[in-house]
């Protein structure tokens, strides 16, 4: 991993511990392969600290950018998936 996560200086050290959490979730679906609820579960922890769709939109293109995995495609195939899902992108 030679880039850096997207993070606010602002948030508190569990806020910053929920978008990096968020982020590990993108990259096991790359990488290995993730269940469908752990992929949703960290989404909705990232939720919780990013509400604004434009900050979630400019912290999620600053992460693909960085990385080349897209948090919107593992998202959607979360949450188009079946029930018992592994997601791998």
């Known amino acids: 991993m030679e880039y850096q996560y997207p993070l606010d200086v602002d948030w508190t050290t569990e806020e910053k511990m929920a978008v990096i959490s968020f982020f ?3 990259e096991k679906a ?3 392969g993730i269940a ?3 992929v949703l579960d960290a989404y909705k922890r ?3 600290v990013v509400p604004s769709k434009a ?3 400019t912290h999620c293109a600053a992460f693909e ?3 080349g995995y897209s948090p919107y495609r593992t998202v959607t195939s979360a949450r188009e ?3 018992t899902a592994i997601i791998r992108m």
Do not use: L
Request: aromatic share 10%; net charge negative.
């Open 24 to 26: 590990q979730a993108v």
């Open 30 to 32: 790359y990488e290995k």
């Open 36 to 38: 469908k609820q752990e």
């Open 46 to 48: 990232f939720k919780e």
């Open 55 to 57: 900050e979630e939109k």
């Open 65 to 67: 950018k960085g990385s």
């Open 81 to 83: 998936a079946v029930e």
